[in-house]
T-cell receptor
Framework: DTGVSQNPRHKITKRGQNVTFRCDPI?????LYWYRQTLGQGPEFLTY????????KSRLLSDRFSAERPKGSFSTLEIQRTEQGDSAMYLC???????????????FGPGTRLTVL | SQQGEEDPQALSIQEGENATMNCSYK?????LQWYRQNSGRGLVHLIL?????REKHSGRLRVTLDTSKKSSSLLITASRAADTASYFC????????????FGKGTLLTVNP
């Protein structure tokens, strides 16, 4: 399967612990995105990479959150000192580096469901 | 991208019936995409319609766009239980559409 993959699929942690999620995008895609989704809501944009450069971070991304894409391939999202409000589904998506005809179809991974106790 | 608002919030139909969901938006768009999310296949792009198009088909899906009313509709014909999912519209503004803005979606339940 050459789609976007995310690991782990589920993570349960205690409040105050640090967690790290990994995303492997479709191999030829230059752009990588992180979204967060809570129950009953649509996904909310967190951050975006073009190759290894992080080009935008949402205000939702507090200083406890950090994302990296060191070699322009896979990405990690780390949450430090987790809080119960961080419980959500964390989705990763990727897209080609070019936007044909000015639109941007994104390919989503299955997500990592985080539960903070 | 700007946030579209899907309507209704929830829709329940019987297998074989048609399902129609709507999307409204506030400012001019370059294109509009529909995504589907279910537990089986996750979040998947369904179809895109550009601002100079009025109607587009893909299999059992039909999308219309009325730029004068700033609205779009997604019609699923001959629905199946596997169509049970949340459906989101995402409006593209043109330029670098790198950020998708989702609304709350329409939760469609197709009963066998």
């Amino acid at each position: 399967d050459t789609g976007v993959s995310q690991n782990p699929r589920h993570k349960i942690t205690k409040r105050g612990q640090n967690v790290t999620f990994r995303c492997d995008p479709i191999s030829e895609h230059n752009r990588l995105y992180w979204y967060r989704q809570t129950l009953g809501q649509g996904p909310e944009f967190l951050t975006y990479f073009q190759n290894e450069a992080q080009l935008e971070k949402s205000r939702l991304l507090s200083d406890r959150f950090s994302a990296e894409r060191p070699k322009g391939s896979f990405s990690t999202l780390e949450i430090q000192r987790t809080e119960q409000g961080d419980s959500a589904m964390y989705l990763c998506a990727s897209s080609p580096g070019w936007a044909a005809n000015n639109y941007n179809e994104q390919f989503f991974g299955p997500g990592t469901r985080l539960t903070v106790l | 991208s700007q946030q579209g608002e899907e309507d209704p919030q929830a829709l329940s139909i019987q297998e074989g019936e048609n399902a129609t969901m709507n999307c409204s938006y506030k400012t001019s768009i370059n294109n509009l995409q529909w995504y589907r999310q279910n537990s089986g296949r996750g979040l998947v792009h369904l179809i895109l319609i550009r601002s100079n198009e009025r109607e587009k088909h893909s299999g059992r899906l039909r999308v219309t766009l009325d730029t004068s009313k700033k609205s779009s509709s997604l019609l699923i014909t001959a629905s199946r239980a596997a169509d049970t999912a949340s459906y989101f519209c995402v409006c593209g503004m043109g330029g670098s559409n790198y950020k998708l803005t989702f609304g709350k979606g329409t939760l469609l339940t197709v009963n066998p």
